[in-house]
């Protein structure tokens, strides 16, 4: 039995081994990449047993994915490898120390073909918590679909579901997401969206309005991130800041929405209220943008209690 | 005014910094591959104006093959830069020194969108030769059509036309495949299959029957490569074995057979015999076994006058 | 339920980005290096269950080697991280392409320290195989113990046991090492020793005289590995030969004897003849002689169809 | 035709893979440095057509620097591969981030050998514009003298020059370079120094002073660079600065006064007003002390549009 | 005849090529560690004859620290290479840019044999200076006697004495060390803790206090580090700060306290007063932090004119 | 005191990272190259003292080459920083694993301006023997003169002149370099030309035929080598071949010469007979082509007594 079980693609990623056009690079490093297993490393750290389900490419790049994970040790049971299409594959492109681009080689890979049979729902049932991101419905119908009925098993077995919205408007048309993910937050319990693509979704410019609003559709806990600001809160008890502890050196801000996401679970899966769950995963966040790569420095637990601040920062 | 001129598709090519799965490297070397731009280097080198045409992605990928080919000197002006699709890339596998894998993120790739309004009449009318291989019909119905149109326009202006078999079956299916590419060689001039696919195509066993059977065909010159043999020429003169040369240790057999025919067209360019530019072809094919990389290290003209064996090697 | 479980040490191994007295270089690679670890992955990759036990340090390399092996699809359950010790390392030297030395710190290493109290009963009870080696027994009294402990366990439950005989005079006094081990063998089912070993051990220079004394001492059946020629099989049936493939070009003979042991013990569990059990060493041992890296190019079961040769190669 | 030419000398650099003197280091990265091949380079991915003379060596590193520069789609028509002598090369050398020492080894290069006769009357009648900087000059006698023959020839052809002083005491004496590098600012449309150099070359302190003191020696406009202030412009409409943008974080200062250059020349060359045209020049040279490299960062026409303030910086 | 000379451990460190944990990290590089021959490097490239005693393995890991002295000019003349056990060896890891953790592999090594019939006594006496640190007296009991020799056979001959605390609580129980360590200081000339590790040793918060204290125990001059505020000195004269120089970026702080130790011991050899001494200290610590490697960018006598500050310094 | 002295120059080389023209390399490696100093080292190594008088210029790659050669215990108490030239650079060009290209920055090097008065009479006095080639006399007339220099100095005072030919037609006319080099012979007690060199200088085809001419211009002994088939003695016991040992696989042939000298001349210090150094050379120099790098890997006495082979070889 898992404690938490997500589901989504997760990528062999080159990145370029100097700064500069990609045409004047020549040698890259492998890592792997994936919004929804950085979220099941990041607890499977912090002592929780975690699931993550997709489909792999029958190949190398696939059996990476999946060895990584099982090193990490994540359970992969229901990873599919699939001998009909690819593993998806990116390219970073660092420009300087602030701009990125981001070269796909994913249309039709493997875990674009993932579909609601692959969701095993004894899994999910036997699970504690249910995580999904908006990545994933991006991908293709039947990824929707597959995240849909992964979501309707949780609740029909009373697992809660965290929603991290994770908006990528390069993968689709702005109005589909929009629908498509509105349509998903009244099914989640914890609603994780980050100020600015929450600001794209309902046009609400007020933080407080906003998780006001997301709080309305039904999740139990609505947790706006904010960057350096902290993140906004709103429960029952009605919404409060929780501050970021503060960061001296910026070294890689991929993985921190992944890494809070994380933190805050942890808390959850532990019993700790709204409020120290979300100061869970801030310290988490603001941990991993001092680090490179996207999971690969995420603390265990012995790290985390150098890492934790003894203060009180709820305010 | 280009001496030969040729298309097909150019892919970035991903070569692993040690042997094993890939699961298991962790670095990768970027570098250009394509059998057609190999031959257009290769004729570059030994001092002919060479010109390739195909689509690239309009992307970091599409430039460095580009510009890599400006970098040697070839004409790259009809090359379209295409924003809807990416330029081709594989992974290169080495499990030992003799076993090799490849994994292919190619298709809908910019280059198999290459059409027959792509083909520059002018351009193929004002070369003293055209070359092309059996990939690019592989590639998609549209890159066929444009082989055929700049057969069409060469042969309507006069300009021979060279053509190298390259016979892929994991890019297309047998009987499509066979089909498809017989039907081409009643179109060219110099026809260069290797032994083995020509025998595929053919089922014909003796190298000597399929010359012939080849000949009748239409080339005006048939060259059937068989590796450390050499090769056997068959044209109005009938059929005759030209020796290939000795090679004492082998680096990368991969790039021979575009290397000799850059060295039979260069000697055909330059009103060599048949049985010569089949000699110079020797040369090049057996030095680029012994060099790592498709291309990087084919002879210039002051390289090819050390390599050249003096005595005369025809039988 | 594994299909084998083994036990002993993995180190970490750093391997020298060139060859030349350590002094000189500059650059070292980490990697994963066990003889019983091997032999894990080797079957694991032809579709079995295998199971690994050691101890290793509470460190980042002590979970370098615990990843590893899980990504590998290796039950690593019962082994231990003790956080009284680091995990054992070890420094390649490479004087030119056959000279090799090594530098150990693996002295009182977190492995050293495995014991009989480490040895899970049940855990081996419910293996079809248990796999030693006289590595083990070379570390430490306790691993001694403990090695001793497996093997009494599994007696007593019928699994038969594989010893690889692994003599390391580096690790300890000749003498000790000869009647440690020698005490070892009647108590095996399966006994590998190689051919120069098997000598030093007894004094016997005749392959033949030397498998029939050590089958005399109880195994079921004896193999012995002598190289190039191939490997000599004793038996109920008596005493023969079993050619070695053909090695075009050996690339690392380090892994062989793994490799052959995992050859060996897979047929054995695949219910084959002893002979063709040994065909099927002698297949992947040959392989890996083709491979750099100890195990990380073992063969899986597709590789190993393309590898095993139609002939019949008893004699 | 081309729309600028440029004349210099261009040589291979090598940079050290970490810092530290250079008798620590191991490893070095080969690159291509030269001031005016940035600007050439700088102003081709700007969408003009640029020209770039000199002498290389008949070397590899001759081809390196030719074939580089046709990769970036520059006019290496005139470029001459001279057998007598070698391509320059130069070693850098970080002590820490902000410390570099440069190792020479360019006396008597291919480049120092340039001479009036190299340079082409019709290819520079025929451009929109010549750049030359005051390091040619201090190369050699006949590379002075070949950069007053481009002079000429722009000049009877009414063609604009533009001039950047780049005054570099350690290719030769202060007392020769300033006489040399004063007498050639009366020659010149453009004269572009930066602040301490025009201050060593006229011993002037106020930089409104210095600018009406070029201005009256000819130049139709002279831009004093000044660093993180920005720029000062001085024209028929007399002197006012003009800011530099802000920039977050330096990568790297090394090439931007030669993307200054380039920035500025495009907006000349485009028909922008000086103030405009040295906005411009500011946008790429913030924009280039936040990439590594000299010239590899370099912004095309897509990446500018990106960085181009919006607001009107002219005060 | 040296002007100084020091006793201790080197190791051989290997170096991350990548942050993150261990596991993930797959290169590493090879460089020397060791605080006592950091100290004799930095005095060594300021001009002085520096020496070195040790005991190494007779191994490559000895003949690469043994011959990196040498190479840096240090007379080893006295170190050891011991057939009986290898040289010690570590393992950096770097979490982010801020978190070190390191890994040792040196209990039992080589050096740890020191002994005090391994201290060459007229070597000491030939001196004119003998530095040790705290680090030493933790290795093994024979380690701290041979300390105790050392001192005592400088203090026999009148050989001023250098030691720097250097407290290492990893190595030895907290108590040990403080008895140990404190019993040191009334045999030493120069007294050289850093302000956080004086407060261990003595409870004392104020640095005024500690300094009075530490110089009631006897040395002639005490010299409490205090990073960016500076240093702190008491002799004869009494207490006062030295500033410290500004530095803008660090890059790495350790060595800092080694390159004090040089620079103050440079200062003394040089007869500078106590005052100037620490200026001089204060500048090669200051510089230290900007330079990446432990001793590697320490700076010669030409660098330290460009980095000496001229204004006086003192307050 | 030496065993003995030698003198020439030494210089650094970039080694490139992979095969192919050097304008497709990217990476270089760092390292020493001489043969004088190469024959210091080798005979170091094998427990004779050995000094190298050269120039180098007063820069970091003059410090390198020093500390290299200080480093593997070499005196270099002779050689001169020299602050007017640069340390001379080579960079190596494998077009694959047989051709080898040199591009030289070595004119006007530090080590060319090498002069007589730089020869310091009494340390080649003190000496026991004195090594020069054929190289140095090429570099410059200074050069020259100093060879003659330190050759008078040893006559003068007995000691051996050891002389091996190395006859480098790049650097040098053929004509001057004959004539200078035979006048060199008459002043030798070993001469030790290659077969291939020994023709080009004498036009003697016979090797029997040259080694007597070489043997009556007045050398006490003459070796020549002939690469496989091992060396041809002739002393005043007349001619005989010493057999060469088998190579299986030759990695490296560059240095074999070196290590052929390194090898006799350490056998004639230990007082063998000509013969017996002869097949020590043979040793080392069919060592030295199994390993990478010109003397990286040369062997010290632990190893040769693995590599000696038991069996008398001469014949």
């Known amino acids: 039995m898992n404690d938490i079980v997500t589901l989504g693609e997760s990528m062999v990623v080159f990145d370029p081994s100097s700064t500069g056009p990609l045409r004047h690079v020549s040698e890259f490093k492998k890592h792997m990449a994936g919004a929804e297993s950085n979220v099941a490393i990041g607890l499977a750290r912090l002592g929780h047993r975690a699931g993550w389900l997709s489909r792999v490419g029958d190949d190398e790049f696939g059996r990476y994915i999946t060895g990584t994970l099982k090193s990490e040790g994540i359970d992969v049971s229901r990873v599919i490898a699939d001998a009909g299409a690819s593993t998806g594959v990116m390219f970073k492109e660092r420009r300087n120390n602030r701009l990125m681009n981001v070269y796909y080689y994913r249309s039709?890979?493997?875990?674009?073909?993932?579909?609601?049979?692959?969701?095993?729902?004894?899994?999910?049932?036997?699970?504690?918590?249910?995580?999904?991101?908006?990545?994933?419905?991006?991908?293709?119908?039947?990824?929707?679909?597959?995240?849909?009925?992964?979501?309707?098993?949780?609740?029909?077995?009373?697992?809660?579901?965290?929603?991290?919205?994770?908006?990528?408007?390069?993968?689709?048309?702005?109005?589909?997401?929009?629908?498509?993910?509105?349509?998903?937050?009244?099914?989640?319990?914890?609603?994780?969206?980050?100020?600015?693509?929450?600001?794209?979704?309902?046009?609400?410019?007020?933080i407080e309005d906003m998780a006001r609003y997301f709080h309305r559709m039904g999740?139990?806990?609505?947790?706006?991130?904010?960057?350096?600001?902290?993140?906004?809160?709103?429960?029952?008890?009605?919404?409060?800041?929780?501050?970021?502890?503060?960061?001296?050196?910026?070294?890689?801000?991929?993985?921190?929405?992944?890494?809070?996401?994380?933190?805050?679970?942890?808390?959850?899966?532990?019993?700790?209220?709204?409020?120290e769950a979300v100061m869970l995963g801030n310290v988490l966040g603001s941990y991993a943008v001092t680090i490179k790569g996207d999971w690969e420095g995420l603390p265990d637990l012995t790290e985390l209690e150098c890492l934790y601040p003894v203060e009180d920062t709820v305010r």
């Open 108 to 206: 039709n890979s493997a875990a674009s073909r993932l579909c609601s049979e692959d969701v095993d729902k004894e899994w999910i049932r036997a699970s504690r918590m249910l995580h999904v991101t908006g990545i994933t419905p991006a991908l293709s119908d039947s990824c929707h679909a597959a995240v849909c009925q992964a979501i309707r098993y949780a609740r029909e077995a009373g697992v809660p579901v965290s929603f991290d919205l994770n908006l990528r408007l390069k993968l689709w048309d702005a109005d589909k997401a929009c629908e498509t993910l509105l349509a998903l937050i009244p099914e989640c319990t914890y609603f994780l969206p980050g100020y600015s693509e929450g600001r794209l979704l309902t046009g609400i410019a007020s």
């Open 219 to 275: 999740p139990e806990a609505v947790v706006i991130k904010d960057g350096k600001k902290g993140a906004y809160l709103y429960d029952r008890d009605g919404g409060r800041w929780i501050e970021a502890c503060r960061v001296e050196e910026v070294a890689d801000p991929i993985g921190a929405g992944d890494a809070f996401a994380a933190g805050f679970l942890s808390g959850v899966l532990k019993g700790q209220s709204h409020a």
